[in-house]
């Protein structure tokens, strides 16, 4: 399977300062059909996970700008521009690319 | 709006079955791509098994032999039939349209304990 590796394991911010959270692919993840399957979950407490970013960097309906994806080939990063309250929670970065489907380990926000 | 409500959940004794289901409205789970996703405690996050479209099915390796996924059309359910269930799948079981591509929508989750 593919492990994802995600760092840090927790992410203390001060509410208006940028947040970066990245993800380690243990297999690249470029397909044929030229995605890269790699998305971005947030899972605020008591709460489903929803989807922020899919293929790496589109952003899903509805998600701030302040959220944007990077990355190519095993490395892939998150980046919040300027944290608000709302953005507390744990972070999953998210593959598609191999079966089975896997995630990486979460990164937990909190506010300083 | 595309909502997803799971059911099902409960607490059964290692060995036992428990069927999960997921109604779906605003969409059609025959046309599309169709998962479980579970959250074991301690918040690790596994792919349980997905339905394509076409109806192609996976499953992980720990469930291979003891789950299926399947569609009821008449409904508009999906369903997750467990079998020879063990306290390692102790988990939130999510229901969830779509994977990799625009417009993922998840379910609330229903928990399933296995324990004697």
């Known amino acids: 399977d593919v492990v994802l590796t995600q760092s840090p394991h927790s992410l203390p911010v001060t509410l208006g300062q940028p947040a970066s959270v990245s993800c380690r692919s243990s297999l690249s993840l470029p397909q044929d059909d030229g995605n890269t399957y790699l998305n971005w979950f947030h899972q605020r407490p008591g709460q489903s996970p929803g989807r922020l970013i899919y293929n790496v960097s589109d952003r899903d309906s509805g998600v701030p700008d302040r959220f944007s994806g990077s990355g190519s080939g095993t490395d892939f990063t998150l980046k919040i521009s300027r944290v608000e309250a709302e953005d507390v929670g744990v972070y999953y970065c998210?593959?598609?690319?191999?079966?089975?489907?896997?995630f990486g380990q979460g990164t937990k926000l909190e506010i300083k | 709006e595309v909502l997803l409500v799971e059911s099902g959940g409960g607490l059964v004794q290692p060995g036992g079955s428990l069927r999960l289901s997921c109604a779906a409205s605003?969409?059609?789970?025959?046309?599309?791509?169709m998962s479980w996703v579970r959250q074991l405690p301690g918040r690790g996050l596994e792919w349980v098994a997905i339905v394509s479209s076409g109806g192609a099915t996976f499953y992980t390796d720990p469930v291979k032999g003891r789950f299926t996924i399947s569609r009821d059309i008449s409904k508009n359910t999906l369903d997750l039939q467990m079998t020879s269930l063990r306290a390692e799948d102790t988990a939130m079981y999510y229901c969830a349209k779509g994977a990799v591509l625009a417009g993922v929508y998840w379910g609330q989750g229903t928990p399933v304990t296995v324990s004697s």
């Open positions: 998210m593959q598609g690319s191999h079966w089975p489907y896997t």
């Open positions: 605003g969409l059609s789970v025959n046309r599309n791509s």
